[in-house]
């Protein structure tokens, strides 16, 4: 049974989280998972916790990059995640690809883990044709006219994603809704190799943040996304507060007179709430009470918009600084390697003994 743990107070955790390397950071992935980083980070005092945060180059490349932005990207992700308040004294900032026990993990965990584990997962069929993926199951993976655009890395992916958090014996893992899947399948693989070998891994639980989901300005019953081809549906964390107040102002809303917060009815409308009461701080019915005399539509897009320029002005700033010193952010990921390294080749040398390989 997953569990999802909330308390960043718990001593002694172990955790990992990763994001990839593609496409602008924007207020979605801020609220969703970057500002939950952040707070999730151990004080000076507790020196039994760790936080592992991976750019993981390696997920990116199941789908098609080019190779100088793909350098360019993580580099920009790296800049993003310290301006945001990852700090390196804090947590271990690093690239996936600079620590081969990722891969090396993930290969022992390919031999032990079921196709049809991987055939129930949902998230790969999604990047496919979905005309193509429709019906898609383990069972007819074999038929090439079913599996066309279909390619063995955004298959296999979840398993070198489990390898990602069991490779730190991570005890806890931030997530979304969406990723829940994931980790199931990340404790499946753990207790297969527990079982199949002997007790390795611990099996870690969610932090599933109380935070909504910041869904698009253009679609408010889809999420917010990189991959939307118009970048009117999101506002990135490096918009200007021109640019923000012009995709806040708009934004879809409907006709209806006053503000108020009701996700099926009035999306439009609640998802702006939604971002106003995150950047404020704010419970739903205080924002709601925020606007209780407010009927112009623009006077809330207004006030929307200044509430993220005024949260994502310092973040901004942290970032302007950083990109003038690209040398200072590359030594803090060579420098998240090499603690990474150290972990994680220490755990595969007992994975390796464990399997039979030493």
Known sequence: MLKNSLSTASKSRIIFSGIQPTGQPHLGNYLGALDNWVKLQPSNEDSESKTYYSIVDLHAITMPQNPAQLREGKLNMAMTLLACGVDPKRSILFEQSRVRAHSELAWIFNCITPVGWLGRMTQWKTK???????????????????????????????????????????????????????????????TAFNTTFKPTFPLPEAIIPPTKRVMSLREPMAKMSKSDPSDLSRIN???????????????????????????????????LLGMYAAMRGLEMDDAV??????TSTKEFKEEVAASIVERLAPIQNELKHLQQDVGY??????????????????????????????
């Open 128 to 190: 496919m044709d979905s005309s193509k993926s429709k019906g898609l199951h383990a069972q007819n993976l074999a038929d090439e006219s079913q599996t066309v655009g279909l390619r063995m890395g955004l298959f296999d992916y979840p398993v070198l994603q489990a390898a990602d958090i069991l490779l730190y014996k991570a005890t806890h893992v931030p997530i979304g809704e969406d990723q829940i899947q994931h980790l199931e399948l990340a404790r499946d693989i753990g």
């Open 237 to 271: 964390l490096t918009d200007s507060p021109e640019a923000i107040q012009s995709k806040v102002g708009r934004a879809t809303t409907d006709g209806v007179r006053g503000i108020s917060y009701d996700p099926k009815e009035r999306p439009g409308v609640s998802n």
């Open 289 to 294: 009470k925020a606007f209780e005399n407010v």
């Open 329 to 358: 952010v590359h030594h803090i990921l060579g420098e998240g390697a090499r603690k990474a390294n150290e972990v994680a080749n220490h755990n595969m040398e007992e994975v390796y003994k464990v399997v039979g390989l030493r």
